[in-house]
């Protein structure tokens, strides 16, 4: 079986998209499947780090119209017209014959899916948004919301099987390995884990250091993790430097090691939120993007996480004194952890084993 995967990454754009794409073509592979990726070369792209992982990668020239803060169907960099051209081009001009195109963009809907349909008998989205119909066969959202059944009944074609929740969020092989052999938390806190995703546009990681120094808390030990596409990363490294009880880290290939060993985190919503939730890791969030609102808003409900607010809102004062209350309450820590595992169910049935196998398996009908 042959699968093209349509993906970007950016610095507006984030990390997280084409993480969990990987995450599903490293499990298809697994499964026999030929995978290669369509990316456009914007500023903080991912395709070196795909190519690494021996995967083709088919690059779209880049594009100066990308500009940050823009509504999402800017983050083509172009329009969908020539972004879909474009990308039949690929398509026609590849090795291969692909069977399944999987899409994974804020800016792609069913307009650039019926343009595709011609040269690809099948078609997966996956999205977190709700806000837009999909020409497709098979929708992925890995997400917890209040009305997860039923926000997609008007946006994709009756016979499109939808995978829908956290069971089926695309967590890498560690995640699934360390949830085999779950630490039990006790509530006791000596180790904050921080991290904001890969590219962290609006520096939230920043605020947490100053937070942590406000805190003055010398016992505890601090792991900061940053993307390779972080504009701020070297400055987040000199200023880890300085406080004696932080660990800086970029790019790390076992993040899940750390959340393991930490007893609480410092981050934002996306797809860390399901890591954290694997590994049962309660968190202290702030979310820092319109798209993260709603699913943040749904896990605060449960219990599993302390949520502080929108980025904007949020200071270095906010986040100490939202540390302080959380070292103060071992017994709610204890709580977080377990409603977090709660949510994420039985990972070993779900997730990306189950999504390859619903693909292979044929559920996905064109």
């Not at 939808?162 to 069971?167: A, K, M, T, V, Y």
């Not at 695309?170 to 085999?180: C, D, G, N, V």
Request: hydrophobic residues 40%; glycine residues 6%.
């Amino acid at each position: 079986m042959q699968v093209a995967i349509r993906v970007d990454s950016s610095v507006q754009i984030g990390t997280g998209h084409v993480m969990r794409c990987l995450t599903l073509a490293s499990r298809l592979r697994q499964y026999g499947v030929s995978v290669e990726f369509i990316c456009r070369e914007l500023t903080g792209n991912l395709c070196d780090l795909i190519q690494n992982q021996s995967f083709i990668v088919h690059r779209l020239p880049p594009s100066s119209n990308l500009i940050v803060g823009v509504n999402y169907d800017q983050w083509l960099g172009t329009s969908w017209e020539i972004d879909s051209a474009e990308t039949i081009r690929v398509i026609r001009s590849a090795d291969t014959e692909f069977d399944l195109i999987i899409v994974d963009h804020y800016a792609i809907d069913w307009r650039w899916e019926s343009r595709i349909r011609p040269f690809i008998p099948r078609m997966m989205a996956i999205d977190d948004l709700a806000n837009r119909m999909h020409d497709c066969d098979l929708l992925l959202d890995q997400n917890l919301y209040d009305n997860m059944h039923t926000r997609y009944l008007d946006l994709v074609p009756e016979k499109c099987t939808q995978l829908l929740g956290p069971r089926y969020a695309l967590l890498r092989e560690e995640f699934i390995e360390a949830q085999k052999t779950p630490r039990v938390r006790d509530g006791d806190v000596q180790r904050v884990f921080v991290f904001f995703g890969g590219s962290d546009p609006t520096n939230e990681t920043e605020k947490a250091l100053e937070a942590i120094k406000l805190l003055n808390r010398t016992e505890l030990i601090v792991d900061v993790v940053v993307g390779s596409t972080n504009p701020n990363r070297d400055r987040i490294c000199e200023l880890c430097s300085h406080i004696t009880n932080v660990h800086f880290y970029c790019q790390i290939s076992n993040i899940s090691d750390l959340m393991v060993e930490a007893d609480l985190a410092i981050g934002a919503g996306g797809t860390s939120t399901w890591e954290r939730c694997s590994v049962g890791l309660p968190a202290l969030t702030v979310t820092t993007a319109e798209n993260q609102v709603e699913v943040t808003d749904a896990v605060a409900k449960t219990g599993a996480i302390h949520h502080l607010g929108f980025y904007r809102d949020v200071s270095p004062q906010s986040i100490a004194e939202g540390l302080q209350h959380l070292l103060q309450m071992p017994g709610l820590l204890v709580s977080m952890s377990r409603m977090s595992t709660q949510i994420m169910g039985n990972l070993k049935a779900a997730g990306s084993n189950r999504i390859a196998e619903i693909i292979l398996a044929g559920e996905v009908t064109s």
